[in-house]
């Protein structure tokens, strides 16, 4: 069993930042899966995700399907990370 981890990314300069936090924190029990919706804008699975897991800014980060709640509105901490559960054995 893994922690389905999908970050929500365009790309950028801004994003580049957590899409590395959330690698380097990540352990095997992680399974991660980036989207870059500058390249996917047109795949219709990925745009399903953003709106039913409520995404309004990029970079997100969803664990098991659940928007993390610094999300919404903060930046992205490691201890955000770690308090999903990103980094520790299922």
């Known amino acids: 069993m893994k922690r ?15 899409v590395s936090l959330v690698r380097e924190t990540a352990c095997p029990s992680c399974d991660v899966v980036i989207y870059n919706l500058a390249e996917e804008f047109d ?4 745009m399903n995700k953003l709106k039913s897991y409520g995404v309004n800014r990029i970079p997100s980060i969803a664990v098991n399907g659940i928007l993390l709640s610094c999300c919404s509105d903060n ?11 990103i980094g520790r054995p299922v």
Do not use: S, W
Not at 4 to 18: I, R, Y
Not at 43 to 46: A, M, Y
Not at 75 to 85: F, H, N, P, S, W
């Open 43 to 46: 795949n219709r699975e990925i």
């Open 4 to 18: 389905k981890v999908e970050v929500f990314t365009a790309g950028c300069p801004v994003c580049d930042p957590v």
């Open 75 to 85: 930046d992205i901490t490691k201890q955000d990370l770690v308090d999903a559960g």
